[in-house]
């Protein structure tokens, strides 16, 4: 199995980092069909997570269009996200970086919001 996704920049003096994708994965994401309740069960997902982790957003992950592309991985609280580099979408390796991440418990909870897009991402897409 190919690497999917691995974070980068984690041991800077700053907490923000980046995450980087395979190609692949990001292109077949990008290029599939998610039905709305399936993006639906996966932002639900997601948001239990973060109640886990003391935080209340509902909406944490944000699809491009109706396809199975995150966009944007949010915290809910004060700008707290990790989003894609547009500029990096045609590259070999496609990258996220955070924004105004404050500690090391923002880089894992955010991380954590990755996790189960992959995890999923086959049923997530299926018809």
């Not at 190919?2 to 395979?22: C, H, M, R, T």
Request: aromatic content about 14%; glycine content about 4%.
């Amino acid at each position: 199995m190919a690497l999917i996704w691995q974070p980068k920049g984690i041991y800077q003096p700053s907490f923000n980092f980046e995450v980087i994708f395979d190609q692949d994965f990001i292109q077949r994401m990008k290029s599939s069909q998610v039905f709305p309740k399936n993006a639906k069960r996966m932002n639900e997902l997601c948001a239990e997570t973060l109640q886990r982790f003391g935080y209340n957003n509902l909406t944490p992950l944000n699809f491009y269009k109706n396809t199975g592309l995150v966009t944007q991985f949010s915290l809910g609280r004060e700008g707290r996200w990790l989003a894609i580099d547009l500029y990096t979408l045609d590259k070999s390796l496609v990258k996220y970086s955070s924004h105004n991440v404050d500690s090391s418990k923002d880089a894992y909870d955010l991380m954590a919001l990755v996790d189960p897009w992959t995890e999923y991402s086959e049923l997530l897409i299926k018809q």
